[in-house]
C-alpha cells in the first residue's frame, strides 16, 4: 500500500481571506507498506503576495527567498504526479487539504477527495483522549528526535510526521531512519516489511510519572479512604 505523508507552509490560515493566503512549501514523503522508501517531494512556492509577520515566525520563509520561485500552476502537474492515487496521511488534515484543493482549484485541475486524507491529529486525540496531540507534544510522547525543528518546514515535518505515525498505528520498522536512507527501492524496501515481524519489547517502557505525580496520587488516595473504588478490589 503506498501512502504520502504530507505538510504544507502557508502564508496565513484560510486560502479564501482577501487577499487569498496561499500555500509557500510542500514536503512529502513516500511509504511502501509502512517503509519508507527514501522518495520524497518537495518544493518552495511563490505566493505572489506578502508574507504576513506572523506567517513568518512560524516557518521563518520570506518573500525575498520565495521570489524566484515557481508558481503553484507551475509544478501543480509534478505535485499531483507524485502523489498519484496514494493515500495522504496529514496532521490537521482538514487545513492542509483546504489549502491544496484551493490552490488545484485556481490551477484549473480536479480537488482532491477529502476522504482520500487521513488526519493524525485525530488518531491521536482518540488514542489519547486529553493529552496534547501536536506534532511535538508526539514526539516527546514516542521519543522521537525533533531538536531540528526549531522552525515549522514542510520536509522535516513531513519526516516526523512519518514516524509518529507509524508509532501511532503500530507499524514503526526497527530500522527506521528516512535521514539515513534516500534509495527509491522498492524491492528491498519489501524485503525488509516482509523479513520484519512484530515483538514484544525487550525491556518494559519506563514509568511517565514523576515522583511529585506519585506524591500527589498516594495523596488523593489517603484523603478518599475507603471510599476509593479501587480499595474494594485491593
Known sequence: MREIVLDTETTGLDPFDTPAHRIVEIGAVELWNQVPTGNTYHQYINPGRDM???AFAVHGIGEEFLFDKPRFADIAGAFVAFIGDA?????NASFDMRFLNAELEWAGLPRLPTDRALDTLMIARRKFPGSPASLDALCRRFGIDNSNRTLHGALL???ILAEVYLELTGGRQPDFALSGHRGNDRAASAASDTAWRPRPRPQP???RLTDAERAAHAALVAELGDGAVWSKFG
Open 87 to 91: 493515500r495522504l496521511v496529514i496532521h
Open 52 to 54: 504576513p509577520a506572523e
Open 157 to 159: 515535518d513531513s519526516e
Open 205 to 207: 517502557l519506563p514509568s
